[in-house]
């Protein structure tokens, strides 16, 4: 991608003026989108970025700078101009700085590679998700059909030594549905993707995932209004992760945690969650939406647990971060291109199975809200307060899941929520989601098995 050479005098330029480390990220990245509304082909595109970002440390102060001008004047000009925001008396030419390759096993095998040949394929695979959802029930008045796939090749450099290159190939499928009642529409989404190639595509029963976000509009558009009140809440299994991964999450990364602007900061061995909640992080999950063989710092992925039995045990860690606060990287370090600074940021984050089932949890509980599907929401880090909407819910009566509810809204602080966790499935599984936040939008999993909350306030209102 660049000449080891020019990234050597990079990387010296950048220290002349007294920076203690220098890191250099170049990245080539190819996209394709093809999309579809109404059965219908309206998007067509593919692209390329290529660029090089360079950060320069100083102690625990840093400075980013980027270009797209890959010639050899630019790059040394680039070094220099970020250099001159540190202060530290550095002797130009007084480093010499020799780079090591090292070799990255690949844990996430492509059998297709992404090209534009299978446009035909890919279009076909859409007209089956648009069929499947339009014709599901007479409610569904639109869908939107769209697939995306990325490849990017990396090289990350620092003035250590270390030289690394990887690629990393996503493939995802969005299928969302609309329905309406003549008065009131809802929609329904899903959104499966991977770490892979067009071999995805393939194996992905899509009139299945077609079906269901027609089934969450359809039934939702006809649904009641969700009562309001401090309720006993079953979240299911997959996407319903975002929660966790949104109200405490977040909190656990350094960006937040070295700055004492997180509600779990100072708490590692302390009591955070309920005894039943084990959460973790991991990057090296075979071919998961978002793993990575390394992190946009060189650093191999790992598994990270960041709860254990209920004891907050660590946190997720970038380089910056392991300087602040004394301890050592987690692997954690993600960006979304050459544009944007690292920062620590989760991969595929998830609450480990539990004991009871599914149905046993739901048999345990009298009355309260089952949030099959969660949508968007927000979050203070520093309080951890959320509010989180409720795409696809339902009352629970009985012990029985019965009528389903729309307009349901989850609101809480998440380590009050962690601790009232009573009751852990052993269901566990994942959904995909884009994650945006300081170092920009990433490809993350959410997951868990399906969780009872013994008590949250729920916002909605009666039934009209």
């Not at 297709?112 to 569904?140: L, N, T, V």
């Not at 005894?275 to 992190?295: E, R």
Request: proline share 4%; charged share 20%.
């Amino acid at each position: 991608m660049i000449h080891p050479t020019q990234i050597q005098d990079m990387l010296q330029a950048a220290l002349e003026t007294g920076g203690d480390f220098a890191e250099v990220f170049v990245e080539d990245r190819t996209n394709g989108q093809l999309g579809m509304t109404g059965g219908v082909v309206d998007t067509a595109l593919s692209g390329r970025d290529f660029g090089i970002g360079i950060r320069i440390m100083k102690e625990h102060f840093s400075v980013y700078a980027y270009t797209s001008d890959m010639s050899e004047q630019s790059l040394i000009r680039l070094a220099k101009s970020a250099a001159k925001a540190i202060r530290g008396g550095g002797t130009p030419g007084t480093h010499t700085i020799t780079l090591h390759p090292h070799a990255i096993p690949n844990q996430h095998p492509i059998a297709i590679i992404p090209d534009g040949s299978q446009k035909r394929a890919k279009i076909d695979m859409m007209r089956r998700a648009h069929e499947a959802a339009s014709q599901y029930d007479p409610s569904i008045t639109q869908t939107s059909v769209g697939i995306s796939n990325s490849i990017q090749n990396v090289l990350i450099a620092n003035s250590n030594g270390l030289l690394v290159e990887d690629t990393r190939t996503y493939t995802r499928m969005r299928i969302s549905a609309i329905a309406t009642d003549g008065e009131h529409r809802q929609s329904g989404f899903r959104g499966p993707g991977a770490y892979a190639g067009t071999e995805f595509l393939e194996n992905l029963n899509i009139e299945e995932n077609a079906r269901h976000a027609a089934r969450i509009a359809s039934t939702m558009v006809k649904a009641g209004y969700a009562p309001s009140g401090r309720l006993p809440v079953v979240i299911e299994n997959g996407f319903g992760g975002v929660l966790f991964h949104e109200a405490c999450g977040h909190g656990l990364e350094s960006t937040a945690v070295a700055h004492g602007t997180s509600v779990f900061a100072n708490k590692i061995g302390q009591q955070v969650a309920s005894p039943l909640v084990t959460a973790i992080d991991d990057g090296t999950i075979p071919n998961a939406w978002g793993s990575l063989n390394i992190d946009d710092e060189g650093a191999p992925t790992q598994r990270n647990v960041l709860i254990e039995n209920g004891i907050l045990k660590g946190y997720l860690i970038d380089r910056m971060g392991s300087r602040q606060m004394g301890v050592p990287a987690t692997g954690s370090g993600r960006r979304q291109s050459y544009k944007f600074a690292p920062a620590s940021r989760m991969n595929n984050t998830f609450i480990a199975n539990g004991e009871s089932t599914r149905e046993e949890i739901i048999a345990d509980t009298e009355y309260g809200i089952y949030a099959k599907s969660l949508g968007g929401g927000s979050v203070n880090t520093s309080t951890s307060e959320f509010n989180f909407a409720v795409e696809e819910a339902y009352m629970i009566r009985n012990g029985k899941i019965a009528e389903p509810v729309k307009g349901a809204t989850l609101i809480g602080k998440g380590i009050e929520t962690l601790q009232n966790i009573d009751r852990v499935g052993n269901n566990l599984d994942h959904g995909q989601g884009m994650c945006g936040s300081v170092s920009g939008s990433l490809p993350v999993n959410c997951g868990q098995p399906t969780i009872r909350v013994s008590e949250m306030t729920v916002g909605g209102r009666k039934g009209e």
